[in-house]
């Protein structure tokens, strides 16, 4: 029986070592958490996962929350006209549709989804070791395993991956992120028995996302800013109350997006820990790391791919990498791990997030004219807004109409 140490239990470590598990590998998987700190612990992400992701997870039958959770059947884009706030009156859209998903998106909040697919993990008999490892641990356990995969997200041991500068062309983070958890959140009156994703843009200043999610209270919703660093929304680093918190998201709200403030005055946190603020910078890492002693490891997910969440891919690129990986140690057979191994393994994921990236990156920046008439003729012609909110499960089908003003042109005339 081949042995394999996975090490971070989030989307990407959990959903590997159930996979792995059901096939009949022999499967450790270290956290520096156990299941019940999870769950009483901070929200760490919005977590919007679409289809394509969902059905890797439908394949593994571990989709356990499906049922329970709130259907996301569409995406909404709505752009406030710029510098329209000022006004009397508040804020104008310049832009607002709702594009239909082929198939519905889903966010599960990670504290409920990680501690139970955990608590799964080990009643299935998986070793579980609650550590929180440093390279030193790895390098001492690495050669007990036939693999060993680190998949522990953004924290410290991304060290051992080097930054691929070719990949990553921001250096610094491009969006300082606040995210609340709430219950009592009212329906968009336009739409009032559809629940989408709703991304709101202020031009020059950031976005709001709002989406519900399945959380350890039952449903909510997430109100989440993406602000530009240094600007009006770049305030809630020194927040440390969750009450001022959610105060000031909604201040926010009702300065720049009332339309979206207008259904949240009665909103309150699902829990004192229902907050989150932080910044990163996004960034491709060289997905081999050696250990000291000469062993190898393999990045998994956001250790070798951190795109920033304005296009809420990670967890679904977290749920993509797990299964091509997967794919790729079963199909290995009784094969070496060597190092030629993981840099194809890793390859054959880069195919896919090679355009989750690409997009992400796109969307940071401000957008070129062609764009903005895309995002306008999602308002006119509903197969735009379709097409663009089905970029999310697949975000490869922007290649053929969104970044080349030329693409973009012949795209929008077949519809004029
Ligand atoms: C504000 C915000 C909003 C987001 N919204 C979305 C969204 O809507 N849709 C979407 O698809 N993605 C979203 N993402 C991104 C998504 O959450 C991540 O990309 C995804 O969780 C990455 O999965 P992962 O398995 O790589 O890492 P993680 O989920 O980060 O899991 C890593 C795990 O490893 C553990 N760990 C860390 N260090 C160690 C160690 N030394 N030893 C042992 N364990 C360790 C961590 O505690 C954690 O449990 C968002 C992210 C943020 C920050």
């Not at 059947?73 to 329209?84: F, I, K, R």
């Not at 951190?306 to 299964?323: H, L, R």
């Not at 990986?325 to 195919?351: K, N, Q, S």
Request: aromatic share 10%; glycine share 10%.
């Amino acid at each position: 029986m081949r042995k394999v140490l996975i090490v971070g239990a989030g989307q990407s470590g959990l959903q590997l070592a159930l996979g792995l598990q059901s096939q009949g590998y022999a499967v450790t998987l270290m956290s520096n958490r156990t299941a019940d700190e999870i769950r009483s612990g901070r929200v760490m992400s919005t977590q919007c996962m679409f289809d394509t992701a969902l059905q890797h997870e439908r394949d593994l039958a571990v989709n356990f929350w499906e049922s329970q959770a709130p259907r996301i059947e569409g995406l909404g884009v709505s752009v406030a006209a710029p510098g329209s706030h000022a006004e009397p009156g508040g804020s104008q859209r310049a832009i607002d549709w709702v594009g239909t998903l082929e198939g519905y998106a889903q966010s599960v909040d990670q504290r409920v989804k990680m501690a139970g697919w955990m608590e799964t993990f080990a009643q299935r008999g998986g070793q579980l070791v609650i550590h929180g490892a440093a390279v030193s641990d790895l390098d001492f356990f690495a050669g007990r395993y036939d693999l060993t995969l680190v998949s522990a997200g953004k924290g410290e041991l991304v060290s051992m991956f080097g930054r691929d500068a070719a990949r990553s062309p921001y250096d610094a983070p491009q969006r300082a992120l606040a995210v609340a958890y709430v219950h009592g959140l009212g329906p968009r009156p336009e739409h009032p028995h559809f629940d989408a994703v709703r991304c709101n843009v202020v031009p020059g200043v950031g976005e709001l996302f709002v989406m519900p999610t399945l959380t350890t209270s039952g449903r909510a919703d997430i109100l989440f800013w993406e602000g530009i660093p240094g600007g009006p929304l770049d305030v809630f680093q020194s927040v440390k109350d969750p009450d001022e918190h959610l105060a000031t998201t909604l201040e926010l709200m009702e300065k720049f997006l009332p339309w979206e403030y207008a259904r949240a005055t009665k909103v309150e946190l699902t829990d004192a820990n229902g907050t989150l603020a932080g910044r990163y910078a996004p960034t491709v890492r060289n997905p081999i790391g050696r250990l000291p002693s000469g062993g190898l490891v393999l990045g998994v997910a956001d250790v070798v791919v951190a795109n920033d969440p304005i296009t809420g891919q990670g967890s679904n690129s977290a749920s993509k990498c797990a299964a091509s990986y997967l794919a790729a140690i079963v199909e290995r057979g009784e094969e070496p791990f060597d190092e030629d191994w993981m840099r194809a393994t890793f390859d054959r994921y880069w195919d896919t997030a090679r355009h989750v990236t690409k997009w992400t990156n796109a969307m940071l920046a401000p957008p070129p004219e062609h764009v903005l008439d895309i995002l306008g003729a999602g308002g006119r012609f509903q197969p735009v807004a379709d097409r663009f909110a089905n970029g999310f499960d697949d975000p490869s089908d922007f290649e053929n109409f969104f970044y080349d003003p030329d693409a973009a042109r012949a795209y929008l005339a077949s519809h004029g």
